[in-house]
């Protein structure tokens, strides 16, 4: 958590507090109208996200929807999220704001099957750009199969501000889901993405290891939803910076194992033929670099060596 210099240490106030969501002043009537979006209607409360109704069919409907920084992150943030099914026509409507009107973005669909017990899990990608700094943005994701269409998930973010300033950000890893029957998940996990909302930081590090799903590897993807769903809380509104973990290797995903990992996020380009294992971006004048750790391990590290519940073979 960064302090601000002029601070004397005793002040637990954020330097920039990125607003609560719940407090933002547009009233989502006045936002909706504006997007074109004919029906659209306001949304459920976006710290309780998790519990939005699911469709009882598989379909487009946005889940485990979480932020990240682009090239530069005063000016660019990537919205990432999930669904079920594909999603049809999957978009973002980013709200309007002094001196600039709405964008309609088209998101890019990233797709895998999972290794182990073949299912294909569906990612969106909406890359905004050319973003002001310091700015609050209103955004709303929908598509043409979403069943929550009447109220489509909406949510805010702050970008960062340019140059020299104070910010907060927060970081921890090893956060896992707090669905308690998946081998290393425990419900602390659901307060601890709580706890990173009560600072309202700029943005948070999400340290691997991630969700453990290696260790649950008949059900990885459903462990990543719910780890998606239960960050969502905040990864919503705030960029969630990850970095991989041993546990990020997959079995069956991919010649690295990162198959799961690299569709989920959209990261900062590293300028080499392995984009996303490792990144770095600029907040004012503070480089944060985030390293890969699956280099030389001697822990259960995946394809290396099994985990608890690994299978046999
Ligand atoms: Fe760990």
Redesign the pocket.
Known sequence: MARDPKNDGNDEKPNRPVENPLAFPVSRRRFLTGTGAAGLAAAASPLVPSGRAHAATPDGTPEQIHLTWGRDPSRSVIVSWASAAQAVNPRLHLGPHPGCGERIVRALQKTYTDGLNGQTVFTYHAHLEDLSPDTLYQYVLTADNDSNAAQPFTASFRTAPAGRAPFRWTSF??LATPVTSWVLSYGQSAFAVQAVESFKPLFHLLN??LC?ANLNPHVQPAVWADFGNNNQASAAFRPWMPCP???EVEFNNGPQGFTSYLTRYSLPHNGTEFPGRWYSFRVGTALFISLQADDVIYQDGAAFVGGPAAPSW
């Open positions: 890893g090893d691997g290891d453990y973990g041993n546990h």
